[in-house]
């Protein structure tokens, strides 16, 4: 089992900055992935970015690219979402996620592990 916790989320005026956090306990897995997605009120849960654990491969939806930076911390099991020129379109609960052997890296379905999420609102 792997236990993830998210937090940094807050309130932030646009155009400012967040950092999302993603601590995992429990077991790890070379051939894993470690998302973000998130879920608007109304609106189906989407992905945001993607990091690969072996490799530290990244991947960005269109909408986030430029101003969103996955990265990872191994020693510390923690992934983080540096989230910049925040627009209020970006407010939404922030989840992380870990998949095993993802064959899509943008397909919440295929991912094995989430957490409890971190609500993120943006303010115009």
């Known amino acids: 089992q792997v236990q993830l916790v998210e937090s940094g989320g807050g309130l932030v005026q646009a155009g400012g900055s967040l950092r999302l956090s993603c601590a995992a306990s429990?077991?790890?897995?070379?051939?894993?992935?470690t998302g973000w997605f998130r879920q608007a009120p109304g609106k189906e849960r989407e992905f945001v970015a993607v990091?690969?654990?072996?490799?530290?491969?990244?991947y960005y939806a269109d909408s986030v690219k430029g101003r969103f930076t996955i990265s990872r911390d191994n020693a510390k099991n923690t992934v983080y979402l540096q989230m910049n020129s925040l627009k209020p379109e970006d407010t939404a609960v922030y989840y992380c996620?870990?998949?095993?052997?993802?064959?899509?890296?943008?397909?919440?379905?295929?991912?094995?592990?989430w957490g409890q999420g971190t609500q993120v609102t943006v303010s115009s």
């Open positions: 990091i690969t654990w072996s490799a530290g491969s990244t």
């Open positions: 996620a870990v998949g095993v052997w993802l064959t899509l890296w943008d397909d919440a379905a295929l991912y094995d592990y």
């Open positions: 429990g077991r790890t897995f070379s051939n894993s992935a």
